[in-house]
């Protein structure tokens, strides 16, 4: 069924989510999980979060940018994804400790599907959100509009 992001709360809300979630980068699998979280927050698609121990770690680097505050979930550490020689500059991010009431996720990872070569939901491949910040996962059970694209700052 359909979900409306307009639907979706705010403050976020956390659903586990036991679908396999995949991540795959130059011929890689960065992630692969059955135990995934979703952050749902309104008017963004959801966000998978995938836990440490279905990532492959040793594709994951520090970032250089600097870390962000998401006034609900706290601040956020960036990771750049390095498969040999490709890397991919900021395309994780986590919460080593993460705000109260949002403690599940902490130290998980999550990953912007615009800068892997391929995310996947089940047997769905994923659209990644506009814009370059928020890193929201279109499936075909979403609905927009959705933040994130030009003009849709002040929403």
């Known amino acids: 069924m359909p979900e409306?992001?307009?639907d979706y709360p705010r403050p976020p809300a956390l659903r586990e989510d036991a679908r396999v979630v995949r991540v795959e980068c130059a011929g890689h699998v960065v992630a692969e999980t059955?135990?995934?979280v979703r952050v749902l927050e309104t008017s963004?698609?959801?966000v998978f979060?995938?836990?440490?121990s279905d990532v492959a770690a040793e594709l994951l680097?520090?970032?250089?940018?600097?870390?962000?505050?998401?006034?609900?979930?706290?601040?956020a550490t960036y990771w750049d994804v390095v498969v040999g020689s490709d890397r991919r500059p900021g395309a994780a991010w986590s919460y080593p400790a993460p705000a109260p009431g949002y403690e599940h996720i902490a130290g998980f990872f999550a990953f912007y599907?615009?800068?892997?070569?391929?995310c996947t939901v089940g047997d769905q491949v994923v659209g990644a959100q506009r814009g370059d910040f928020y890193g929201g996962w279109i499936t075909a059970e979403v609905r927009g509009p959705f933040k994130g694209a030009p003009?849709?700052?002040?929403w």
């Open 61 to 75: 680097r520090p970032a250089a940018e600097a870390p962000t505050w998401c006034e609900w979930k706290g601040e």
């Open 113 to 118: 599907p615009g800068r892997m070569d391929r």
């Open 4 to 6: 409306s992001v307009w």
């Open 44 to 46: 963004h698609p959801p």
């Open 49 to 52: 979060y995938v836990p440490p």
């Open 34 to 36: 059955r135990e995934a």
């Open 151 to 154: 003009g849709t700052g002040m």
